[in-house]
Every structure is written in C-alpha cells, then in structure tokens.
C-alpha cells in the first residue's frame, strides 16, 4: 500500500504548477478579447473548453501554462489588427 501512494505522491509533485495571472494580466486578456469582438464562448469553443475556464483565466481564479496566455493575446490583437 505505501508503494501505491508513494507513486501517486511522485505524479502529483512532477504535475506542472501554473502561476495565476496577476490583475493587469487578467484585465489585458479581457480587453483584448473584447476588443477582438470575441464572447468568452465563442473563446471556449475556440479552445476545446468550457467558458468557466476562460472565465477563470480573465478574472485571476486559475492558472493556466503562460504560453496559451500569450498566444490568445497575439490572436486577439491579430483580430484587432484585421478589423481596423
């Protein structure tokens, strides 16, 4: 039985911890979206996810790997730019 939960112990201290994004990150990422014309479901379904999880992300409750946030950001300025 140890065995088993040293296992379990050694997966979950490998699992990649994603720090929450500060206020201005999460605002930006909100801003941007918006500004894109985009609706946070329409976001969701963008990324194979549901909306709480964008709307998480935009409100600084979840973490998420900093690379996604960057790339959403030069997607939506990327929308921007097409737009204008």
Same mark, same amino acid.
């Given at each position: 039985?140890?065995?088993?939960?040293?296992?379990?112990?050694?997966?979950?201290?490998?699992?990649?911890?994603?720090?929450?994004?500060?206020?201005?990150?999460?605002?930006?990422?909100?801003?941007?979206?918006?500004?894109?014309?985009? !609706?946070? %479901?329409?976001?969701? +379904?963008? =990324?194979?996810?549901?909306?709480?999880? @964008?709307?998480? &992300?935009?409100?600084?409750?979840?973490? !998420?790997? %900093?690379?996604?946030? +960057?790339? =959403?950001?030069?997607?939506?300025?990327? @929308?921007?730019? &097409?737009?204008?």
């Amino acid at each position: 039985m140890y065995k088993i939960w040293s296992a379990i112990e050694n997966v979950f201290s490998k699992m990649r911890k994603y720090p929450v994004p500060t206020k201005e990150e999460a605002e930006e990422l909100k801003r941007l979206r918006q500004e894109a014309g985009m !609706t946070i %479901p329409q976001v969701a +379904e963008a =990324l194979h996810t549901n909306q709480a999880r @964008i709307s998480d &992300y935009e409100n600084g409750k979840r973490g !998420t790997d %900093p690379e996604l946030i +960057e790339k =959403l950001k030069k997607r939506y300025k990327l @929308i921007i730019q &097409y737009n204008t």
